[in-house]
């Protein structure tokens, strides 16, 4: 369940890219649905401009049977998308989670602490890392550019190498509206995990996602997004 929550945070970042002409700040709405299409859940996510950067907020709630999950995510990052800070809580079950993990550029570390009981660790950064909110922002931006971002860690607790590859246009529904997207599969590996993630953005200035699959024991559940 944690890998569900990290893929939907780095599925459902929104903010125009910042050399598009939109608001400075915008809310993207998903819905988590079972492979058979029944819904699982549904969250937001809010991003804005700030006078240092960028900032950006999640929430969400999914229930599986006999395993409820609230999570909320905050993440603050610089203008070029080099993450600052990122703070999560939430419940996993009957499990709490606190944390905040701070990202210092000029000493190339990160210093992720775990409230109740969880302490601190530290980990090795290059001198731009990124959360999994300011990740897909960075993407994004990349996509409008006609370019993909290189193979990099991408932080949401631990680190997750993280490898994006175009697999082509295709027409695909979204909103009751035949739309054409460009389709990536972006593979994720942790600690102690692999998976891979199809994601779906539409062909307009923002590259705004429209679409992801995320794989898990009985199938793939779908997350679908709106304004």
């Not at 598009?20 to 492979?35: A, G, I, M, Y």
């Not at 950006?56 to 999570?71: G, K, L, R, T």
């Not at 603050?76 to 809580?89: G, P, Q, R, W, Y």
């Given at each position: 369940m944690k890998l569900l929550i990290f893929v939907l945070a780095a599925s459902v970042a929104v903010a125009a890219p910042p050399d598009?002409?939109?608001?400075?700040?915008?809310?993207?709405?998903?819905?988590?649905?079972?492979?058979s299409?029944?819904?699982?859940?549904?969250?937001?996510?809010?991003?804005?401009?700030?006078?240092?950067?960028?900032?950006?907020?999640?929430?969400?709630?999914?229930?599986?049977?006999?395993?409820?999950?609230?999570?909320?995510a905050k993440s603050?990052?610089?203008?070029?998308?080099?993450?600052?800070?990122?703070?999560?809580?939430?419940?996993?079950?009957?499990?709490?989670?606190?944390?905040?993990t701070t990202f210092d550029a000029?000493?190339?570390?990160?210093?992720?602490e775990t409230k109740k009981g969880g302490g601190k660790s530290e980990m090795?950064?290059?001198a731009c890392a990124r959360d999994a909110l300011t990740f897909l922002q960075f993407m994004r931006r990349e996509l409008a550019a006609g370019k993909l971002p290189q193979a990099q860690p991408v932080y949401y607790g631990a680190p997750y190498q993280t490898r994006v590859q175009?697999?082509?246009?295709?027409?695909?529904?979204?909103?009751?509206?035949?739309?054409?997207?460009?389709?990536l599969t972006a593979t994720f590996k942790g600690p102690a995990s692999e998976f891979a993630v199809d994601m779906w953005f539409a062909r307009d200035a923002a590259r705004t996602p429209v679409k992801a699959q995320i794989p898990v024991t009985v199938g793939k559940f779908t997350v679908e997004f709106s304004r």
């Open positions: 598009q002409p939109k608001s400075k700040s915008e809310t993207l709405h998903f819905t988590v649905n079972w492979p299409g029944l819904s699982l859940g549904e969250g937001q996510l809010i991003s804005a401009q700030t006078p240092d950067g960028w900032s950006f907020s999640m929430n969400v709630e999914a229930a599986i049977p006999a395993f409820a999950v609230a999570e909320s603050s990052a610089t203008a070029d998308f080099c993450s600052v800070e990122l703070e999560k809580t939430g419940t996993r079950g009957k499990r709490e989670i606190t944390e905040t000029s000493k190339m570390i990160a210093t992720r090795r950064i290059t175009y697999t082509g246009t295709t027409k695909i529904v979204a909103n009751g509206e035949a739309i054409d997207a460009d389709k």
